[in-house]
């Protein structure tokens, strides 16, 4: 059974920072594409960052300079590090698992990320 369980959001006032992590079970996990979707009230879902199984990263636009997508392979765990955060940053983050292949995608349940004075 594979499963994505993400951590680490919550609320934090503009200009602060937050890192979320993503464990997954279940998976050959260093075989996978990896990333973060984000989703906020009214909005459609959006691809903030994705690392690639060779290590390889890209970015929305809107994020670039502020977040960084680590992973590390031994603890089956990606990381969203955000920086410099904006009341526009504000959404429930979702991972993602993608088999390189079959392009299937796993997801995780979400994490609430709330940026407010």
């Known amino acids: 059974q594979v499963q994505l369980v993400e951590s680490g959001g919550g609320l934090v006032q503009p200009g602060g920072s937050l890192r979320l992590s993503c464990v997954a079970s279940?998976?050959?996990?260093?075989?996978?594409?990896l990333g973060w979707y984000r989703q906020a009230p009214g909005k459609q879902r959006e691809l903030v960052a994705r690392?690639?199984?060779?290590?390889?990263?890209n970015y929305a636009d809107s994020v670039k300079g502020r977040f960084t997508i680590s992973r590390d392979n031994a603890k089956n765990t990606v990381y969203l590090q955000m920086n410099s955060l904006r009341p526009e940053d504000t959404a429930v983050y979702y991972c993602?698992?993608?088999?390189?292949?079959?392009?299937?995608?796993?997801w995780g349940q979400g994490t609430q990320v709330t940026v407010s004075s």
């Open positions: 993602y698992a993608q088999h390189p292949k079959t392009r299937y995608d796993y």
């Open positions: 279940g998976i050959v996990f260093s075989n996978y594409h």
């Open positions: 690392i690639t199984s060779g290590g390889n990263t």
